[in-house]
């Protein structure tokens, strides 16, 4: 059994050096070579001193980058200082709703004048769009900046599509009680105390809505 | 003279766009390359590709080399290696090979000093043990190729191949186990056949 695994081992030596004698001449063919000549000198080998230009060029770049990055920064903080001063001038009155002729400056109803001052910040601008008021949700107002009103509050027998007809408001005063009528908190130490109120007549002659005015 | 230059100063003055120094440098080492893609793929057009491949390589990365890792030779059988791989890998042919014959099969001319029939039977022989060689997987063929065909030291070969001299001991041990397995039946028909002559002759 030795014997036969040893001469199987000499056999497979003897195979693999034949093979390898036989095989030890060959090379690559002619033309392998000059193909690699001709890659090589197409190539043109780049030097070590080009190299170094390489990398210097890539430092360019970079500084390059953040010089523009710098710039950029510059502008846009340069911009952005500019715009609210141009916002601001060029800023216009929020529109109101046209329920009130133009003429009447007391009647007229600029809402939330107060609250609204234009800020530097205020940018971009936005639109308004007119509100139609409602009794269920009073929100305070202003008619001129040293007046707070509350929103137009429909009277029990007209409806909101009637205060879109336009028409005309009158500056009453009424005893403060009457703001409880309306769902509006009363300070009961001032009860007797009376209270102004801006009442919205339509074209038709009827008391159409009310605003309370502090 | 360039040709006095070893390996390393060759492939630095090659870097530096010296013509010369890869001619020199590319006929030194062309062949084992050559060898050890065609001895693991078994394809002439195989073997060709892997060694432009090679010093295309060299051409184009060739300061990647680190002579304190080991030598030019090994660096570029180490090259041609993962060239080959790759190669074999997208054509498929890592398959053990079926009795087809290849066409690629480099012609295994004769020795002068034989008779005819003896000449008949060591080209038998190799041919046979070169099919067994291909058909190892490649892990195993590429030591027995490295060790056994191109002569290399087996700290070379671990070098080549990136791992221990132990893991090529191993390696090297269990492809002659495999190559034995597959040339012994191949001997034993050969055997089987010579006596079924000799008793037909009796016979007759």
């Known amino acids: 059994m030795n014997q036969r695994f040893e001469n199987d081992e000499e056999m497979l030596t003897r195979g693999l050096e034949a093979l390898a004698s036989e095989m030890k001449d060959l090379e690559a063919p002619e033309h392998v070579e000059v193909k690699l000549l001709e890659a090589f000198r197409a190539r043109k080998v780049v030097p070590i001193s080009t190299r170094r230009w390489t990398s210097q060029r890539y430092w360019l770049a970079a500084v390059a980058a953040v010089l523009l990055i710098a710039m950029s920064v510059v502008a846009l903080r340069w911009r952005s200082a500019e715009k609210p001063a141009e916002t601001f001038a060029g800023r216009r009155e929020p529109e109101t709703p046209k329920v009130v002729p133009p003429q009447e400056e007391t009647t007229r109803p600029v809402e939330y004048q107060a609250v609204n001052q234009p800020s530097p910040r205020s940018y971009p601008k936005r639109i308004r769009h007119p509100r139609v008021p409602s009794s269920e949700n009073p929100r305070v107002a202003s008619t001129r900046p040293s007046e707070i009103a509350t929103d137009f509050i429909p009277l029990r027998y007209m409806n909101v599509a009637n205060l879109q007809e336009g028409g005309q408001i009158v500056r009453v005063e009424v005893p403060r009680s009457a703001l409880a009528n309306f769902g509006l908190p009363v300070n009961m130490d001032r009860y007797n105390e009376r209270v102004k109120a801006d009442v919205l007549y339509g074209v038709d002659g009827l008391a159409h809505a009310i605003r309370f005015v502090k | ?204």
């Open chain 2, 1 to 204: 003279m360039k040709s006095d230059l070893n390996d390393s100063e060759l492939l630095r003055s090659m870097l530096a766009g010296d013509e010369e120094a890869l001619t020199v440098l590319y006929r030194r080492r062309q062949g084992a390359v050559y060898r050890f893609a065609l001895q693991m793929s078994g394809s002439k057009t195989v073997a060709e590709d892997v060694t432009q491949e090679v010093f295309l390589f060299l051409m184009r990365d060739g300061q990647v080399f680190d002579p304190a890792k080991g030598s030019v030779s090994a660096f570029l059988l180490g090259v041609a290696r993962n060239y080959v791989l790759r190669r074999m890998r997208v054509e498929q042919q890592l398959m053990p090979l079926g009795d087809d014959v290849d066409d690629d099969v480099p012609v295994l001319h004769a020795s002068n000093d034989l008779c005819p029939l003896e000449d008949l039977t060591r080209a038998e022989t190799i041919e046979s043990v070169r099919r067994a060689v291909l058909s190892l997987p490649s892990k195993y063929r590429e030591v027995v190729v490295l060790c056994e065909l191109q002569d290399i030291s087996y700290g070379e070969t671990a070098e080549i191949l990136g791992c221990a001299i132990g893991t090529v001991r191993s390696r090297l041990h269990r492809a002659r186990a495999l190559l034995l397995a597959k040339l012994r039946p191949a001997a034993e028909a050969e055997d089987a056949d010579s006596a079924t002559v000799k008793s037909a002759r009796c016979f007759a």
